[in-house]
């Protein structure tokens, strides 16, 4: 998401950057930069030229902060506008009043309705504590109820048994009375998708639409972002037709410019709410322009990790896992959990890119997927484990290792190393502990502290002489310098 926009800025930026003042002539190269970015990114052009104009006017109007370069300065302007282009504030559909809440969910064919549909029945139900009724009213494709049918019983949401043979007006109508029996909070209405943006849809939707008024409805529409202006000019043409409430931008997963996220806003007027990124339930996320701000500039996107980690991770695991971390004590079943938490917050690059200043950094080193790669490998190796051996790696001796090997698929060497990355991990965690606990650095002679830190100077390898870590400056254990 974003990719290819956060890198030509962060190039653009370069002209800027150790100049001790901004003036026309410096920052005229900075925003022909930003604007074959943005233009290329799929931006509308006119969001495109109302955003340099206003970038131009804020940089040469500001005042010289001290201790701020006009390089930070820059970067600052270029957030706060981003973000305003995009909508400013996350505006998350009104469910608190009285009745039930109708959402609609209207969009073109294979937008993602159906899917998204689900998503929020989801998040209204965990997050928001609604009692949901999906309703599947696309009458055009039958099997889109089925699908839906499906999707509900997956998170456990009432589906409504439409007829799918009756108007969706009508379908509509007795999924109400049928709500209204069952006491519930809000329905979500799947409707059909068209090819093109097409007449007959349009009065059908704004049939039901009009059959709902009195409910004041929520009307989403599901655009496609990897359509790009297509999506832009589409969600027009539906607002204009039918009167959109929100717009949810679908597949932002797969998409890496980011044209329709920037554009809609500002085109049709109407706020982009949720964003959906990817296929699974709990792909869902509110769309808050300053954070996706922040992402864009690689400022990182901290509050959005760490409402990930609230959700996604395991409260008690955590605190187990601290209680062994300040006891100096690190085994292969915590290292485990750790690997589960951070896949539970999805792909290390999507992480990382949250981070301040880490989406540069991994634009330099590339492509993940070999480290991703050998996490999956060690965690198959510590899943032939026993119990016994993920608390004490040290009692695995040789059977213990055939074992692991062959239940692992792998070979008594990968076993190995995995064991020798282990125990250098082990050593880390140790000494990051010691200093926790106020001991400063272990192994610094006159300056460390033993509380805490639980290498054992007597321990007996049960591999005889490890290779000593080949210690290349800035890289990590994995040797391959990921980290
Ligand atoms: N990667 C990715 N795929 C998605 C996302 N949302 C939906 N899809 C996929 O896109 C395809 C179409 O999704 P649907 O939810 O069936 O789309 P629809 O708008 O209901 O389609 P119709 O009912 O035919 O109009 C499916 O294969 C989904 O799995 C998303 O956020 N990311
Ligand atoms: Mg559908």
Request: hydrophobic share 40%; with cysteine; aromatic share 6%.
């Amino acid at each position: 998401m974003f990719d290819t926009l956060s890198e030509k800025f962060s190039n653009a930026f370069k002209y800027i950057q150790g100049k001790s003042k901004i003036t026309e002539e410096n920052i005229e190269e900075t925003l022909k930069e930003v604007r074959t970015a943005l233009l290329e990114a799929d931006v509308n052009f006119k969001v495109v030229k109302e955003f340099v104009a206003s970038v131009k006017e804020k940089s040469l109007g500001e005042k010289v902060i001290k201790g701020v370069n006009p390089g930070e300065q820059f970067v600052k302007i270029m957030h706060d506008e981003l973000a305003k282009i995009m909508g400013d504030a996350n505006e998350e559909i009104n469910l608190d009043r009285p009745g039930i809440v109708p959402i609609l969910i209207v969009g073109l064919n294979g937008q993602g309705k159906t899917t998204f549909s689900g998503k929020l029945a989801l998040h209204l139900k965990n997050k928001k504590k609604k009692d949901v009724l999906l309703v599947p009213a696309d009458t055009f494709r039958p099997a889109a109820k089925a699908q839906l049918q499906t999707l509900a019983k997956q998170i456990d949401v009432d589906c409504f048994d439409s007829d799918l043979g009756l108007h969706p007006k009508e379908i509509v109508r007795q999924a109400l009375e049928e709500a209204s029996k069952r006491h519930k909070n809000v329905v979500i209405i799947d409707t059909a998708g068209r090819l093109h943006v097409d007449l007959e849809l349009m009065d059908q939707l704004k049939e039901v639409k009009e059959s709902l008024i009195g409910l004041n409805p929520e009307v989403l529409m599901v655009a496609d972002a990897m359509t790009g202006q297509a999506a832009v000019e589409v969600s027009k043409s539906f607002h204009d037709a039918i009167g959109v409430t929100g717009i949810v931008l679908s597949k932002m997963d797969s998409d890496a410019k980011g044209g329709a996220a920037l554009s809609i806003r500002h085109v049709t007027g109407v706020p982009i709410r949720y964003v959906s990124m990817g296929e699974k339930m709990k792909d869902l996320e509110l769309f808050h322009p300053d954070r996706l701000a922040k992402r864009i500039l690689d400022m990182g996107d901290v509050l959005s990790l760490v409402e990930k980690a609230q959700e996604n991770i395991n409260e008690n695991d955590a605190e187990s896992m601290m209680k062994n971390f300040q006891k100096g004590k690190f085994t292969v079943e915590d290292f485990l959990k750790q690997m589960d938490m951070m896949s539970n917050l999805g792909s290390m690059a999507s992480i990382l890119k949250m981070i301040p200043g880490m989406g540069g950094m991994l634009r330099e080193i590339g492509d993940l997927g070999p480290a991703e790669a050998e996490m999956k490998r060690m965690k198959i190796i510590i899943s032939s484990m026993t119990k016994a051996e993920r608390e004490n790696y040290k009692i695995i001796k040789e059977s213990r290792l055939k074992r692991i090997a062959n239940g692992s698929g792998s070979t008594e060497q990968a076993v190995k190393d995995f064991l020798s990355k282990f125990k250098q991990m082990e050593q880390m965690m140790g000494g990051m502990s010691a200093m926790m606990n106020g001991g400063g650095f272990p192994g610094m002679p006159g300056m460390g502290s033993k509380k805490g830190f639980r290498t054992d100077p007597n321990a007996v390898n049960p591999f005889g002489d490890m290779p000593k870590e080949k210690k290349k400056s800035g890289k990590g254990p994995w040797g391959k310098g990921y980290f």
